[in-house]
């Protein structure tokens, strides 16, 4: 469940703000003045993350003028900076990609990770283009990010590229059918399809969407996958085999307000052997499940495996996709974690810090 | 001493993760958060007792754009222990401050264990967001009509917990009996 914020019911400062104590901050109701002060940090009861937020939400159509000029400003705090950075790659509009474009030659390592990332969730060609250009000598840990925005854009533009994860770095779990138990794969409900439509916005992850949406339950959770409207039909999955594409996006409900976030982005490759590779990321290039498919005159014929890392639940899908239709020959998933999860490592409590740094 | 006479009956223990970044200017509100929560817990005869310390030195979470990164963040990272996993990023983008399931998991290793709190999204909720999500995880839904309830769904929550919600606090599994003092 999600803990959301308000203002107090008597902060308002301009006659205009009322807060809608159910769903927390409403856009509609706080003036743009106000949430500009507060980005500014004029406002001591409303955060300036949290008025990015509201800003976002809001229906004024120049706002990401607005996010462009925090990001721009190398005196405003690197956070903020970041989150300007992440709300534009959310907006899915040229102006904005635009701006993430421009931005690309910021020095501060941690906001041009951040812009590069958003530009892997919503660039295009240019975008690519200008990202194949950088310098060669990026810190680790934004050559990283470079890596894998490349990689979602030549996906979703269909042209070669970068490629995360390479080859080298797949490896699958196998599922242990005695330790397992059937995934529920169904049609999804057309109100529960408008539902999730509506929760990932416009263009979601730069791609538009049908509608004809697929079910995955397991125990109390619940997954959409949403296929690119680009394949959704028979005909068009023949493009699989000769380019990449982002073939759809998986969705997972929330399950406490039956609200979907975007959850998976599955990448197709075509390989040498006529096969197509099938890699499902999490929005962050962490690669979670993945397998091979191939294409006949009946479909496209997957097989998908969870990827052997921390935490990793077996997972074993096998299938057809044709004509807009998912005919599931098996869907089982592990009970337990098949590797130990990473251990985050032990830090002293601030006072005993503080007291080793005075003796 | 009211924590001492607590931890004689039904307690908790924390794990508190904070993801690399997080300034350490931040740890004084997280303190006064803890203390917030511990007041509250109280009021139902719940402790919070053993509170350790983590960081995730990977990049990455710090600030949480999707809300399914927080489950990747669950599902790829643990801390020994029989406590509940707190993982303390900067902020998550959207509407949210805190993200918990409900209930959360009792095998540290199953799905969903842990819950998330946007540190300096909250701002001054940080202790109300850390009590709050840790309600849920421990098994209380949201209080629409509540609202100086705890476990009121917008921040700022109330700060009364009543004794039905700790009735059902005190089932989950992470809830410890009393210590040998």
Not at chain 1, 336 to 346: H, Q, S
């Amino acid at each position: 469940m999600t803990l959301r914020v308000r203002l107090p019911e008597d902060s308002a400062l301009e006659g205009v703000t009322r807060i809608d104590g159910r769903f927390g901050l409403d856009p509609d109701r706080v003036s743009l003045a106000r949430i500009r002060r507060a980005i500014a940090g004029g406002d001591a009861e409303l955060p300036a993350a949290r008025a990015m937020t509201l800003l976002f939400d809001s229906d004024f159509p120049n706002k990401h003028r607005d996010f462009e000029k925090v990001l721009a400003d190398d005196a405003a705090p690197e956070l903020l900076r970041r989150v300007a950075a992440a709300y534009l790659g959310r907006m899915q509009t040229p102006e904005a990609v635009e701006i993430l474009v421009q931005q690309l030659d910021i020095r501060d390592e941690l906001v041009l990770s951040s812009v590069v990332r958003s530009l892997g969730a919503s660039g295009g060609r240019r975008a690519l283009e200008t990202l194949d250009a950088l310098e060669r000598d990026l810190p680790a840990s934004v050559y990283d990010e470079v890596v894998v925005a490349r990689t979602f854009i030549a996906h979703r533009i269909g042209v070669e590229g970068a490629e995360r994860p390479t080859s080298s770095e797949i490896a699958f779990i196998d599922v242990d059918e005695r330790c397992s138990g059937k995934l529920g794969v169904m049609a999804a409900d057309r109100n529960d399809t408008e539902l999730c439509l509506r929760a990932l916005g416009r263009r979601p992850f730069g791609i538009e969407l049908a509608e004809n949406a697929i079910q995955v339950r397991c125990q109390r959770r619940v997954w959409l996958f949403l296929p690119n409207h680009l394949y959704s039909t028979h005909s068009a999955l023949g493009g699989l085999a000769s380019h990449r594409a982002i073939l759809g996006l998986v969705a997972s409900r929330v399950q406490a307000t039956g609200l979907y976030s975007l959850a998976y982005v599955l990448l197709a490759t075509p390989l040498e052997d006529g096969t197509i590779r099938v890699v499902a990321t999490r929005t962050n290039g962490q690669m979670t499940f993945g397998g091979s498919a191939r294409l006949d005159e009946r479909g496209l014929h997957f097989s998908l495996r969870a990827a052997a890392r921390p935490g990793a639940f077996a997972i074993g899908v096998d299938g057809t996709w044709a004509n807009g239709e998912l005919r599931v020959e098996r869907a089982v998933a592990g009970f337990t974690a098949e590797f130990p999860r990473n251990r985050p490592e032990r830090e002293l409590p601030p006072a005993v810090q503080n007291a080793r740094r005075v003796t | 001493m009211t924590q001492l006479k607590l931890l004689e009956g039904k307690h908790i223990h924390l794990n508190l993760v904070r993801v690399a970044t997080l300034p350490t200017a931040s740890l004084p509100l997280i303190d006064a958060g803890l203390q917030f929560m511990r007041d509250v817990y109280a009021e139902v005869g719940i402790g919070v007792g053993r509170i350790l310390r983590f960081n995730v030195p990977q990049g990455g979470y710090e600030i949480v754009v999707d809300d399914d990164i927080a489950k990747d963040l669950w599902d790829s990272w643990s801390a020994p222990g029989d406590a509940i996993d707190v993982f303390l990023c900067l902020v998550i983008v959207g509407n949210a401050i805190g993200e918990s399931p409900t209930p959360g998991s009792c095998d540290k290793d199953g799905k969903d264990s842990g819950v998330l709190v946007g540190v300096v999204d909250s701002g001054a909720y940080v202790g109300m967001s850390i009590a709050h999500e840790v309600g849920h995880y421990l098994g209380l839904e949201h209080e629409n009509d509540l609202p100086d309830n705890l476990m009121y769904p917008s921040a700022p929550t109330g700060d009364r917990l009543y004794g039905g919600q700790g009735g059902v606090m005190k089932t989950h599994c992470f809830m410890r009996n009393a210590c040998a003092l």
